[in-house]
């Protein structure tokens, strides 16, 4: 049953994905509003064929953490299903993501349309700056920000260092900073074909306050998305405690 409903799945996810794509392409010489509203859109079908097909169904926790005004949404990565979500969630999401996405053909038109934020990931400190300068034009408007700290995806219990990416927009844009924790990857997993039933956990923490130095920024960071995202997997998967090392005198 899981392979069945995975064929079918798959087959109605690229192929809504591979139409809407196409039929918005006169959309492009509309104002930005037009291209919103049909990203929207997009993901609410999206969630509509993971829990008619897949009964994979969607829960978000804290919602009354996210702030009114922009913000910076800094979330765990395990998923596709976590590029799509925020789509739906937030009035005008704002995605930071790879430069390499927007010389996709008609996908990367429409990303580049819909203002997200391309990175360079080899480009260094000048690639962090440009970053940082489109972003707080796109909070200027009023949007929220969605950035991946571990700047890639992992599979459920792991964890990757967390980059400078959210400590440099913080700094420069001075909002909140907003930890949400994930299980995705327990039934979308990376490239993974089969899909599974089941609840997607979105758990949104409360803000980290403006102003926090980097370090105390990304450890409090990684501490509130790890803990929580760790505390979504079932008791098997947990990755264990670390074990205290006694201080020398």
Same mark, same amino acid.
């Not at 391309?118 to 480009?123: N, S």
């Not at 899909?195 to 926090?212: A, Q, Y």
């Given at each position: ?143 929220? #920000?969605?950035?991946?700290? /571990?700047?890639?995806? !992992? @599979?459920?219990?792991?964890? =990757? &260092?967390?980059?400078?990416?959210? +400590? *440099? ?48 920024? #990304?450890?409090?960071?990684? /501490?509130?998305?790890? !803990? @929580?995202?760790?505390?979504? =997997? &079932?008791?098997?998967?947990?990755? +264990? *405690? ?8």
């Amino acid at each position: 049953m899981i392979l069945l409903r995975s064929v079918l799945f798959n087959l109605a996810f690229f192929g809504t994905t591979a139409a809407m794509a196409l039929a918005a392409l006169p959309a492009l010489a509309l104002p930005r509003r037009v291209i919103r509203r049909l990203l929207r859109l997009y993901a609410q079908i999206v969630l509509l064929l993971m829990r008619g097909i897949l009964d994979l169904r969607v829960r978000l926790e804290g919602a009354e953490h996210i702030p009114a005004g922009p913000a910076i949404i800094a979330s765990k990565h395990q998923s596709a299903f976590d590029t799509i979500f925020w789509l739906s969630a937030l009035p005008d999401a704002c995605y930071v993501l790879k430069r390499e996405l927007l010389a996709i053909p008609v996908w990367g038109w429409h990303a580049r349309r819909a203002g997200m934020i391309p990175v360079d990931r080899a480009g260094g400190g000048a690639a962090l700056r440009r970053m940082v300068r489109i972003a707080a034009q796109r909070a200027a408007e009023g949007r929220s #920000i969605i950035i991946y700290p /571990e700047g890639t995806r !992992t @599979a459920p219990g792991s964890r =990757l &260092p967390y980059q400078p990416g959210v +400590a *440099a927009l913080a700094a420069a844009l001075r909002l909140p900073v907003v930890p949400v924790a994930t299980n995705s990857g327990l039934f979308w997993g990376r490239r993974a074909f089969l899909k599974r039933p089941g609840t997607i956990v979105v758990r949104v923490l409360p803000p980290l306050p403006p102003g926090l130095p980097r370090d105390a920024l #990304i450890a409090r960071l990684e /501490e509130a998305i790890e !803990t @929580a995202s760790a505390a979504l =997997l &079932p008791a098997p998967a947990r990755p +264990a *405690a670390a074990t205290p090392v006694p201080l020398r005198s």
